[in-house]
C-alpha cells in the first residue's frame, strides 16, 4: 500500500518569492510515479508536475521543480516567483508503475498555499 | 471545450434519493476513472472503467454504489438511496492508456460533481 503524507496543512508566501511545499511517502514498490496537482478555489484538478522513481534529474515545469530525495522518499514541490494566481490547494500523488493499484494515484490531504501581495 | 465533462457540477439530494453523476471522457479516451474527495481530505479512488468493463472497484463502497461506462454514452457515477456521508465532491478522470507501465499516466480530470445530501 502506498501513503502520501503532506505535513503541512497551510503556507502563506509573499507574492514573487519562492515557496516550498512537502511531501513525503512511503511505498515497498521499486518503480513509481510521483504527481502534483493544484486544485485552485474553483474545484477542478490540474496536473502540474511528474516524477519518476527512476529519473535521475528532478522534474521541472515552468516555474514548478520537484525536488526528489528518493532515499529520504521525499518529493517537495517548489514553486518559484509566487503568483496571485498560485493560491490554491496543492496535492502531492504517487502510483506504483506495475501490480493491482498501478492505476491508482494515491493522495494526501493537500497544502493550501496562500501568495500574499 | 475538449476536455472531461462532468455534470451536473452541483446536486442536492434528500436522504433516500439517487444521485447520478455523469462523465464525458475527453475524445480519444477510453479509460475512467472516478475518485472522490471528501472535505478537507485529498481524492480517493473509486473505481477504473473502459468501455462495457469495469476493471477495478476495489474502492468502491460495497453497497448502494455503482458505475458503468456503456459501448455509446457517458460514464455514469449512481448512488443509491444516498446518505449524508456521501456529500462530496466526486471527480472523474481519463486518459487515453491505461496509467501504468512507466508512462507519465497523466490523468485528465474534470471538474468534479459536488453532491449536498440534506
Known amino acids: 500500500a502506498q501513503k502520501i503524507t503532506q505535513t503541512q496543512p497551510g503556507m502563506f508566501v509573499q507574492e514573487k518569492e519562492a515557496v516550498t511545499l512537502d511531501c513525503t511517502y512511503d511505498?515497498?514498490?521499486?518503480?513509481?510515479?510521483l504527481f502534483w496537482y493544484k486544485q485552485p478555489s474553483s474545484g477542478e484538478m490540474i496536473f502540474l508536475i511528474y516524477q519518476g522513481s527512476y529519473d535521475e534529474q528532478n522534474a521541472t515545469e515552468g516555474r514548478y521543480s520537484l525536488n526528489f530525495q528518493k532515499a529520504r522518499k521525499s518529493a517537495n514541490l517548489v514553486i518559484s516567483a509566487s503568483q496571485l494566481g498560485d493560491s490554491a490547494m496543492y496535492f502531492c500523488a504517487m502510483r506504483p508503475n506495475s501490480g493491482a493499484g498501478s492505476y491508482q494515484l494515491t493522495f494526501g490531504k493537500g497544502t493550501k498555499l496562500s501568495v500574499i501581495p | 471545450n475538449a476536455g472531461v465533462m462532468q455534470n451536473p457540477r452541483h446536486l442536492v439530494r434528500r436522504r433516500g434519493q439517487e444521485a447520478r453523476l455523469r462523465c464525458s471522457p475527453m475524445?480519444?479516451?477510453?479509460?475512467v476513472y472516478w475518485y472522490r474527495q471528501l472535505p478537507e481530505e485529498g481524492l480517493k479512488f473509486m473505481v477504473y472503467l473502459q468501455k462495457e468493463n469495469i476493471i477495478d472497484e476495489s474502492g468502491m463502497p460495497k453497497e448502494r454504489f455503482s458505475a458503468e461506462f456503456p459501448k455509446e454514452g457517458p460514464s455514469i457515477l449512481r448512488i443509491q438511496q444516498v446518505v449524508r456521508g456521501d456529500s462530496a465532491a466526486y471527480f472523474c478522470a481519463s486518459s487515453p492508456l491505461r496509467t501504468s507501465g512507466g508512462n507519465t499516466g497523466e490523468l485528465f480530470f474534470g471538474e468534479g460533481s459536488r453532491l449536498t445530501v440534506l
Open positions: 511505498t515497498s514498490d521499486q518503480s513509481y510515479g
Open positions: 475524445k480519444g479516451h477510453s479509460h
